[in-house]
């Protein structure tokens, strides 16, 4: 445990295919269907979208044409039917994708009496649901703006790029973290400043940009590829000890390609089929 006289240390965690295998803002598609809030089109269009995500990730230009998809999607949404919604269907389409390593990496930083910290670019009615489940002690995601209880389509806070960092240097000034001895994970290289912003960052299931930058800067890569539900884990994966053994940047990914392939060609699928019937048959 860390000395209580010591600044205080937080392990800051990207969390989509960095916590979990999938994108969280698209993982409820199916869920607001059925709760009546977008319709086939939009299902379609997101199941697309999570395919590309799963084979490249997003570079920013994507990243940013998906924000503004999402914005103007859930424009005039009731939030507290979001949130129900979120809270139904959590742990049947969260818990499942949940990397295996990822939650004991959680475990053993919380061990060490580190705090851990959510830092994510989705939406907070998902993100912090899902960092409370995973035991995290902070969120820091993107709010829209809400107006008698709905979603005006606009956005108030976005949690993304250098916005990350800033947030990680706001909470390090309230909390008292030294950001020397604090640790950062994430998969994407538009995170790039968040991880500067630590001592110890770590690129995990890297994409292009961000591996060749790791490689570069010497910064570990991890590869996690387990995902499985939390109740049917060990209490504590046993893991190698930090150093550079378990955390070689040189070390080769490994892609989880059963459930990467699964996931992929099911989404590839289904956009096929919409495709296929859109051509005999109007949108919903």
Known sequence: MENPSLPRTAAFFDLDKTVIAKSSALAFSKSFYQGGLINRRAV?????????????????DQTERMREYLSALCRGWNVQQVR??????????????????????????HTAGHDVVIVSTSGAE???????LLGADRAVATRMVVEDGCYTGEVEYYA???AKAEAIARL??????????????????????????????HAVNPD?????EAVARGWPVLSFDRPVRLKQRAPSLSLPAWGPAWTSPS????????????????????????????AVCPPA
């Open 44 to 60: 379609l269009r997101t199941a697309y979208a999570q395919f590309v995500y799963l084979l490249g990730g997003a570079d920013h």
């Open 84 to 109: 129900e919604i979120v809270a139904e269907t959590l742990h049947d389409l969260i818990d499942p994708i949940i990397y295996d390593e990822a939650a004991s990496l959680i475990e053993r930083h």
């Open 126 to 132: 998902v993100v912090e649901p899902i960092s409370r």
């Open 160 to 162: 993304y790029g250098p």
């Open 172 to 201: 390090a000034e309230s909390e008292g973290y030294d950001l020397t001895r604090c640790y950062a994970y994430s998969d994407s290289i538009t995170d790039i400043p968040m991880l500067e912003a630590v001592g110890h960052p």
């Open 208 to 212: 292009r940009g961000l591996r060749r």
């Open 251 to 278: 070390r080769p990914l490994v892609v989880g390609a059963v459930a990467v392939t699964a996931a992929a060609a099911a989404a590839g699928l289904v956009w096929y089929a919409g495709r296929r019937r859109a």
